[in-house]
């Protein structure tokens, strides 16, 4: 089997994308970014879940606190409890982040000798998130075909995988669960507490919650008290 | 004026770099890069030249050990005394290394409201680098304006300037010297002692000594002893 680089946090898209790989016949690597989030406790999801699917995982720190300008990384509020999907570019959006994932992704995928980069964005649910849309996938294959030695030597051909783009939440929950994604595992909030329970209230908890209820699965995160 | 974010490793090319932005008009912010490097003593370089020009510094920390792949980031020898750009491509390349350096530099420049990145690649010196040539710095320059909330809401159109793309080592070296650039601040060698003195063996010493002596400017590198 082939190599692919999967770009993994331990949420919903990311883990997906993962059991996604593996069925179209990749042996992923996943590669978890610790980038000074406030919500780091998704690393030690992510680490739960490689555990659980046999899966290698790396997991490189990139300071993005330096840089600052989101509530992310910042000392910004989450927000709660705000419409989705429908102002400006959120204040969760992280400048330039999934380019810098892919980045990393694409040196990660040189070392291991791998052409195949899978990255679980999807165009529906973060329609506010540029990095997040097709023609952003596009651009950056573009880029990594010109970018690397192995290309310009001709050894490779990479391709970047965003099996999610077209799919809601979901959607996205429905294929996982055919897939047997271990969902229990996974963990989405922004602003998690310190034993990771997740608050409920932030765009990406009350995406995951609704996701699972349309696509009538049962939830299995643990929420805190009085959130 | 404009800010300009400039990648800045303390070294000839892109502190050369960093003058050109400000005779072009722009306010330049440095980015410097630890990555893991085993000549992190160019960070300290950095700050000595940006306290000397006057130019705010950024340092932003990822740490491309998890990657590997590199002379410059594994434990693998620095090679010596060998061909420069006439063979495969070396061992000091480094896995992606400008694509995830100007994926941070894009990040850094959505934060500041800067549209223009600089970059001191030259595709002379280091023709077997495929991330110095100047269809990399299209593409790059092509994904930013996709990537980004500022070009995606009209804000901004990225331009990736690469003024050094076309010149060799004496060329950098002339141009930078009616600058006025401090070279003595500059520090180039990947394998310097612990006081930082060069190697004057390793590519990236004999491409600088080659340099100046051939720009007929006198070199103010100091060597170790013994080398």
């Excluded at 993005?64 to 509530?71: D, E, H």
């Excluded at 294959?141 to 979901?170: C, F, I, M, Q, W």
């Excluded at 969902?183 to 919650?209: N, V």
């Amino acid at each position: 089997m082939n190599p692919a680089v999967v770009l993994f946090s331990g949420g919903v898209d990311s883990t997906t994308c993962l059991a996604i790989a593996r069925e179209e016949g990749f042996a992923p690597h996943a590669l978890a970014i610790r980038y000074g989030q406030r919500h780091a406790f998704e690393i030690s999801a992510a680490e739960r879940i490689a555990r659980a699917l046999e899966v290698p995982l790396r997991v490189v720190d990139v300071d993005l606190r330096a840089i600052g300008g989101s509530a992310l990384t910042a000392d910004l509020a989450v927000p709660k409890d705000q419409p989705i999907g429908t102002g400006p570019i959120p204040v969760t959006y992280v400048p330039a982040r999934n380019t810098i994932f892919l980045a990393l992704a694409l040196g990660y995928a040189e070392v291991l000798g791998a052409s195949d980069l899978y990255i679980g964005v999807n165009a529906i649910d973060y329609s506010g998130y540029p990095d997040c849309r097709p023609e952003f996938v596009r651009a950056f294959e573009a880029l990594a075909n010109v970018a690397t030695a192995a290309a310009a030597t001709g050894r490779a051909r990479y391709r970047v995988h965003a099996p999610l783009v077209s799919l809601d939440k979901a959607g996205i929950i429905r294929r996982g669960t055919s897939l047997r994604v271990p969902y229990e595992l996974t963990h989405s909030c922004y602003d998690p507490d310190l034993l990771g329970r997740a608050c409920r209230r932030c765009d990406s908890c009350r995406l995951r919650a609704a996701g699972f209820r349309e696509a009538g699965v049962p939830d299995p995160t643990e929420y805190r008290q009085g959130g």
